[in-house]
């Protein structure tokens, strides 16, 4: 039996996933005075936000990651681990040798059209949206055509987003697009927060501090369904970060996710592109973006690393990087959702266990908010 300081006997809590989720919780419920387990079944900690210095450089092995809020508690919150730079995302974009300043902005338009006022910027593109007839946009086609007009489609996300979601933008639904920011303005920023960086030093340490508590062991190399029963039989509770289908072992279908493919190259040159990131807007090439690495933490190194990123149809055994929220895939996720929600001992959370894409800070407030809620202020 565990008592701590206060002659209190410790409850005992499995976390499922290293990830940014699993590790501030772990972290929270530890300052409470609960015992935690982490298992772990990669050979690191940090989940898709781990990060490795390589010839000097902060190398984002699961995809190049950017952390940006407006919320206050969250931005106060993620500082005591790290000190934040001032990196602010301004990612270029490359159709076949074009280069274009993303998001679309004034300087889009600009180039594109060689126009020099929002005013003129907005004449073009109601000009171009008039093929639509006012009619509601129905898919990503029409609705990217109705904030930006047909030039830009053409040029800038017809075939990047056909790259990245493996089908035509008229069966894609027309929401994926919306969150681009369209601005008037001469601004490059990709972000409409109020707080924006890259953490100096890297992700991993942010969450090798959350998780150096006396109260946390960790376990690598872990994976929960090879001793399901022993590690469960062993805690009050449990917090599961993994894929929730898996959990309830597919009894209702797979759920589907879309994978990505990364070529990695350490070039003997000091800058290869002059951006962190450029995305491919043509169908020429078929990775969606090249990310460099050194550009996130504006690096000197004398050799520099490239990321191509290719999106890949997700297949059993791939990492599930984004899940598919259509419809089908949603209602299915509703199954599992109602069973998870009459298993008292199992908090579902993050990223797999929520089916969900969340950015890192939509994480953390989560997580913050699992924590609220079931183990109190
Ligand atoms: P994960 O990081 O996936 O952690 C879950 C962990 O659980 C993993 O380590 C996994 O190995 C482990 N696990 C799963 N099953 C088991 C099991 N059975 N046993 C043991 N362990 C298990 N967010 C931003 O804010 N800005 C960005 O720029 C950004 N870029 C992104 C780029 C890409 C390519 C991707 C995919 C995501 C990006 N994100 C970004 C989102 C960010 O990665 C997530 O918000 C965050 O990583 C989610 O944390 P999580 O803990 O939910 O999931
Ligand atoms: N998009 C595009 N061209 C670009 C960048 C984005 O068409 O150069 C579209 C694409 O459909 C993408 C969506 O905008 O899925 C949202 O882009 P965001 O960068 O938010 O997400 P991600 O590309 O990481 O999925």
């Known amino acids: 039996m565990n008592i701590n300081k206060n002659n209190n006997v410790m409850k005992k809590i499995l976390v ?61 919150y993620v500082n005591q681990f790290a000190e934040f730079n001032r990196y602010t995302n301004s990612p270029v974009a490359n159709y076949h040798g074009e280069i274009y300043n993303l998001p679309f ?29 006012q009619k509601r946009p129905e898919n990503l086609e029409e609705q990217a055509i109705s904030l930006v007009g047909t030039d830009i489609y053409e040029k800038l996300i ?11 933008c008229t069966e894609l639904p027309p929401f994926i697009i919306k969150r681009l920011p369209v601005r008037m303005t001469y601004d490059n920023n990709y972000f409409n927060d109020k707080y924006q960086g890259i953490p100096i030093g890297g992700y991993t340490q942010v969450v090798e501090k959350m ?4 109260n946390i062991e960790v376990h690598l190399n872990t994976d929960f369904f090879d001793k399901r029963e022993q590690l469960e039989s062993e805690v009050d509770k449990v917090v599961y970060t993994g894929m929730i289908d ?113 950015d890192m800070h939509m994480i953390i407030h989560e997580s913050l908010k699992h924590v609220n809620k079931y183990l109190g202020d």
Do not use: C
């Open 16 to 76: 499922v996933g290293a990830g940014l989720f699993g590790s501030v919780f772990a972290h929270e419920a530890a300052k409470k005075g609960y015992q935690i387990k982490v298992v772990e079944k990669r050979n690191h900690i940090a989940g898709n936000i781990y990060t490795k210095e390589i010839e000097g450089i902060q190398f984002h092995q699961y995809g190049a990651h950017i952390f940006h809020t407006s919320n206050k508690e969250v931005w106060d």
């Open 105 to 133: 902005n004034m300087n889009t338009f600009n180039k594109l059209w060689g126009v020099v006022t929002p005013k003129e910027a907005q004449e073009k593109i109601a000009e171009q949206r008039a093929i639509l007839n």
């Open 158 to 168: 017809k075939d990047y987003t056909e790259k990245q979601w493996g089908r035509p």
């Open 211 to 214: 998780l150096d508590h006396p």
């Open 246 to 358: 898996q959990f309830f072992d597919y009894k209702f279908g797979r759920l589907e996710y879309r994978s990505l493919s990364f070529e990695n190259e350490i070039l003997d040159q000091e800058n290869y592109q002059g951006n962190a990131v450029v995305n491919y807007t043509d169908a020429e090439h078929k990775y969606t973006r090249i990310i460099e690495h050194k550009h996130f933490e504006f690096g000197t190194q004398p050799k520099t690393i490239i990321t191509k990123e290719y999106p890949i149809d997700w297949k059993p055994g791939d990492e599930p990087y984004y899940p598919v929220n259509d419809n089908k895939n949603n209602k299915l996720y509703k199954k599992y959702k109602e069973l998870a929600d009459k298993e008292d001992k199992y908090i579902f959370g993050g990223r797999l266990g929520m089916y969900k894409y969340f």
